[in-house]
């Protein structure tokens, strides 16, 4: 068998391979650590952490969708403090690779975030999840909001300096979503995370009202991959040389190739590995294999092949 390169860079920081957990749906890997080596896998990405502990929003919080799910949890977790002194510890003792997302109601709480990680040691990089509502602005998204984008991202790279890399993770429900990822890279990004959950909604027919206790809920799995590989050759065309990590109903190594196709450096797994908890290593090694049939030496020579003229 051909010899391949599996590695992949997203800003300054190196992974072995180029498959992750998605933000929010593994949420510090303890629960997966039961079914692999974590080390095994490119990195973790962890659930996004908040400054203050949350209990997230009302139940109902999940919906099952044709090809897909509904999820509103809001954002449930330990808050910074209690994630950097038990969750932190936990990933570095399984040998993980870390990337640490984080949200944020306002610019400034951002800030404050990497402030208090900007010491912690064996961290990989920063998700800077900007599709969270901005309450400064009458709940407006950040990531739909060019100006307020730029803002929070470029406190975050002033207050890390230049060590960490940063990874702006995007909403898809914009219009022009290649002019948001050129404003949050100048303000400093490194990377990009694409894409978010897709906004949806579903009615129960019996009560005649919203299911979600918060009505509205992230559309994730097979149902919006169509989306997320749109997304990911439009801002690669547009950027070819930022880094993206991809995401959004991969579940097969087929489906990642794809992504990488499209522009995508890295690729992160979520929905996938609520029906099979080892989703990730069989996709990891089912690219691995396609990878290697295509004939390419190295993972990165597959980035954004979809872009390349045709050879006549």
Known sequence: MTALDFSTTLGNAWFPAPTFTASGCASSGRELSQFFDLSDIGGVVTKSVMMKARTGRPT????????GMLNSIGLQGPGIDAFIAKDIPFLIE??????????????????????????????????????????????????????????????????????????????????????????????????????????????????????????????????????AVRAIYQVHAAMPQVPILGMGGVTSGKDALEMIAAGASG????????????????????????LVTKGFTSMRQAIGFAHRPEEV
């Open 94 to 227: 399984q040998r993980s690779r870390i990337i640490v997302s984080i949200a944020g109601e306002t610019v400034e709480e951002y800030s404050t975030l990497a402030r208090k990680l900007r010491s912690v040691s064996g961290i990989s990089a920063i998700e800077v999840n900007i599709s969270c509502p901005n309450v400064e602005n009458r709940g407006l998204v950040f990531a739909c909001d060019p100006e307020a984008s730029k803002r929070v991202i470029d406190g975050v790279r002033r207050t890390i300096g230049g060590e960490l890399p940063i990874i702006a993770k995007l909403s898809p429900d914009v219009t022009d979503l290649p002019s948001i990822a050129r404003g949050v890279v100048d303000a400093g990004a490194d990377a990009l995370a694409l894409i978010n959950t897709v906004l949806g909604m579903v009615i129960n027919v019996d009560t005649m009202r919203p299911h979600l206790g918060g009505k509205t809920g992230g559309l994730s799995g097979p149902a919006i991959r169509p989306i």
């Open 267 to 290: 690729i992160s797994i979520g929905t996938a590995s609520f029906g099979n908890p080892t989703a990730i290593m069989s996709i990891q090694n089912e690219l691995k294999e396609l």
């Open 60 to 67: 109902p919080r999940m919906a099952e969708t044709p090809s």
